[in-house]
């Protein structure tokens, strides 16, 4: 299907997360730039002399830009986002929620060994991605969900590294605006994770309830069952 959202699936969390991951890997930059202004500033430059002065010194750093765009194709390229999924548990955590539902769906259907769809969670999934996760609007929104935890991964880290950063520069040179920037970006971080916490990963948990939910038991659902696990 040309309009499957599994196409283009990695491209369009990598699409989402540039900006928002640039801004706040900028961050320390922008620190950085504001204390050299307030210096220039300092030491008998005019603000438009100021200005002018840190212009001309920004832009010799102008491609660190770009630092960024290929970070984030090289994290797709090596499904960053998977791993950090993986340390998180969140996939297998909904990947249990998916086997247990299925257990429940045959179990009603009157199949007689629930247990061995519980066994054996690699069959289940399979099950319920050909059999229960059909083209639909739920399943579109289930994509979308995902693809906003993935966001969500890499803004988490982004926003670590700027705090991580901006500690540092603040610790270093007794920076009161690298400071501010380390609270603001340990905001964002903590933001960012009660979002997926209390939020996002509740909706990937719920999903496949709904999904599953649409089915009903019948002797096709047995039949399949049988045939999947014996």
Not at 122 to 142: D, G, H, Q
């Amino acid at each position: 299907m040309p309009d499957d959202p599994i196409q283009g699936f990695g491209e369009r969390i990598i699409r989402r997360a540039r900006l928002p991951t640039a801004a706040l890997l900028a961050l320390p930059l922008v620190a950085i730039a504001i204390r050299y202004f307030i210096f220039l500033v300092d030491h008998n430059f005019g603000i438009i002399s100021a200005l002018d002065q840190l212009k001309k010194d920004v832009a010799v750093f102008a491609y660190l830009s770009a630092i960024p765009t290929i970070a984030l194709a090289f994290s797709r390229e090596l499904q960053v986002h998977q791993g950090l999924d993986r340390l998180l548990g969140v996939r297998g955590e909904v990947n249990r929620r998916i086997a247990t539902l299925m257990q429940a769906l045959a179990e009603s259907s009157g199949y007689e060994h629930p247990e061995r769809i519980i066994a054996n969670k690699i069959e289940a999934m399979k099950w319920f991605y050909v059999y229960a996760n059909v083209p639909s609007a739920l399943r579109t929104y289930a994509f979308e969900v995902w693809e906003g935890y993935y966001v969500g991964l890499y803004l988490s880290v982004a926003s670590a590294i700027s705090f991580i950063v901006c500690l540092l520069l603040a610790i270093l040179f007794e920076d009161r605006i690298a400071m501010a920037f380390a609270i603001l970006s340990l905001l964002i971080f903590l933001v960012v994770w009660a979002v997926r916490h209390w939020h996002t990963v509740p909706r990937l948990m719920h999903i496949p309830a709904q999904q599953i939910g649409e089915i009903v038991p019948s002797g096709e659902v047995l039949n399949e069952a049988r045939r999947r696990f014996g």
